[in-house]
């Protein structure tokens, strides 16, 4: 019971680590950039361009990120993460002008990589190794309600004060909720050398063709999650919906992610991450052909299989290359393949509005494609590294890491 105990408190202080992390980054434009545009004399299209730029910026320095999670555990850049995420805040918060506006963005971009699912799901596989995908799934479904939790605050805050006091508010909770999370959740331990160099991944999986694969699918499909997250209102009006109806419909998205991951965790966790993967990428196509040929009356059953699907790659982008390459140097690599994904991601709002404006509700010809595209991709992985289709994922579930763990002589 004790180490039920310890992993689930680790599980909830990162979940709702990650629930401040990404409700303070990635959800803080939707909300404050048209406010902080209107204060400067700025068209909006430019604070979602210094946004943009904070996205490239966390790209760059995403393996960085993953090697000091290998190298210190991850605690401390947790922690450190939650100082950096204050700092940017602040900055956002004192602005005096377009320069010190962008500085705050650009500040946000290099917190990112340090606080995101990329450093806490290196934390996790440090801690509990090849078991550590109950674990990822369990944080995600957590921070899964962070737009549901960050919109709401930062809109009541900016109403009944400005969008400077909402700033100061995620700083101010970054410096104690957050610092107290990681500092007393985490386990502050550096796995033991015989566990940190074993790996289950086969000589086949190693081969640098499965990394560029796998980092071109999750480029793919972080092009169709950037695009709509930023658009699937206009999307659902194009096949013909009411703007009403089209925020109805848009809104579930949240809620469809967080019912994937609840997919995942009941039922497809006994199977290779492979299972999951192919759902993912295969779940917003058939909701683009519904779209298609049937138009408004579907916007609702797109929306879900849409939301569901990105639910699910959120997990596959932690448990694939967990279970083909195995625990060593996880936190590098993860930074290695998810950066051309946040590159997408950062370019995605701005074409994909330029496709929108072209296509009309055709354009979800493209994203379909672009989902297919990865799906075809994760059955050229899965040959060249021999598993087996119907493989079950075959772990050695091991207790809390305190036991076979040292102390981190580096860190306080």
Known sequence: MRALSSRSKTVAAIGFGQMLAWGSSYYLAAILAPLMARQFGLPAVAVFGMFSAALLVSAVLGPFAGRR?????????????????????????????????????????????????????????????????????????????????????THFVEVHSSWRTACALWALLHLTVGL??????????????????????????????????????????????????????????????????????????????????????????RLHPFTSAKLATVLHPVGAALLLLLGAPLIAVFTALHGAGVGLMTIVKGTLPLALFGPAGFGQRAGLLEAPSRVMQALAPVLFSLLLDGLGGQV???????????????????????????APLRTDPVPDPLPTSVPDPNSG
């Open 364 to 390: 979800v010809w493209i994203t379909g494609g672009l989902s297919l595209a990865a799906f075809a991709g994760l059955w050229w992985v899965q040959r060249l590294t021999h598993t087996p289709v119907a």
């Open 69 to 153: 999670v290998d190298r210190l555990g991850g605690r401390r850049v947790l922690q450190n993460s939650n100082v950096l995420f204050a700092i940017a805040h602040l900055v956002l918060a004192f602005a005096q002008g377009p320069v010190t506006l962008a500085l705050g963005w650009l500040l946000l971009g290099v917190a990112m990589p340090f606080g995101l699912y990329d450093a806490a799901f290196g934390t996790l596989v440090r801690l509990y190794r090849e078991d550590a995908r109950r674990s990822i799934v369990a944080v995600t479904l957590i921070a899964g309600f962070a737009s549901s939790v960050a919109w709401p605050l």
């Open 180 to 269: 107290a999370l990681h500092r007393y959740g985490v386990p502050n331990v550096i796995a033991a050398a015989s566990h940190a160099t074993h790996s289950t991944a086969s000589p086949t999986a190693l081969k640098p063709k499965v990394m560029w694969l796998l980092a071109a699918i999750f480029a793919a499909t972080g092009f169709v999650f950037a695009a709509l997250a930023a658009h699937l209102p206009r999307v659902l009006e194009a096949a013909g919906a009411t703007t009403t109806a089209a925020v109805a419909a848009a809104s579930l998205v949240g809620v469809f992610q967080v019912g994937g991951r609840v997919l995942d965790a009941a039922w497809l966790k």
